[in-house]
């Protein structure tokens, strides 16, 4: 499969604490992205790691990448009920004729109040 | 940051007709086009990769006959499903690349929903 693997597949917690989800992928990447999606919505993009990154910041946000192992995470810092929605990462994949993005599972994050 | 417009947002159609997807770039040429396919509760499936004026490239197992795209213009790709059927029914997304970045961004998607 083309995808790469996310886990855990789904993750509830309380409001306040942290979130973690990882994403395993296969191939070789030029840089590594996280989106979110609400229920039925569009994508929204959260933030995008470099092959030759290895952490990154974005507000409550924290993205790790080790390209040996091929894994990334993203840590949701004190999480918000409004931080619930589906979160994918997505590898950019280069090729032939250029690079497309190719998306993990997704992780289901419901943060309760 | 760069705008696309998918349309229509939603649409209902009957088992056999076709049904036409357009995904625009606003304000930006894009070069290379993607659509992507979502079922409920599942993650985006990439359909084809279309470069304007060239023929889309197919992921393996989406069916070309099928899912017809058109990359006139540097700015507006279209996505028919022809004759489509109940299992047709999905989350289609569209994503635009310009040339020199390696950085897509997406519509808001289309509902399709076959009876």
């Known amino acids: 499969s083309q995808q790469g693997e996310e886990d855990p597949q789904a993750l509830s917690i309380q409001e306040g604490e942290n979130a973690t989800m990882n994403c395993s992928y296969k191939?070789?990447?030029?840089?590594l992205q996280w989106y979110r999606q609400n229920s039925g919505r569009g994508l929204v993009h959260l933030i995008l790691i470099r092959s030759n990154e290895r952490e990154k910041h974005s507000g409550r946000l924290r993205v790790t990448l080790d390209t040996s192992k091929k894994s990334s995470s993203l840590l949701i810092t004190a999480s918000r009920a409004a931080d619930t929605a589906s979160y994918f990462c997505a590898t950019y994949q280069i090729y032939n004729q250029g690079g497309k993005l190719i998306f993990g599972q997704g992780t289901e994050l419901s943060v309760k109040p | 940051g760069a705008v696309v417009s998918q349309h229509p947002s939603w649409v209902i159609c009957k088992s056999g007709t076709s049904v036409k997807i357009e995904c625009r770039s606003l304000d930006f040429q894009a070069t290379t086009m993607f659509w992507y396919r979502q079922f409920p509760k599942q993650s985006l499936m990439l359909m084809a990769t279309?470069?304007?004026?060239?023929?889309?490239?197919?992921e393996q197992g989406v069916e070309k006959d099928k899912f017809l795209i058109n990359h006139a213009s540097l700015t507006l790709s279209t996505l028919t499903v022809t004759s489509a059927h109940p299992e047709d029914s999905s989350f289609y997304i569209c994503?635009?690349?310009?040339?020199?970045?390696?950085?897509?961004?997406f519509g808001a998607g289309t509902r399709l929903s076959v009876l």
């Open positions: 279309s470069n304007e004026g060239s023929k889309a490239t197919y």
């Open positions: 994503s635009a690349r310009v040339r020199t970045q390696n950085i897509q961004y």
């Open positions: 191939t070789s990447i030029n840089n």
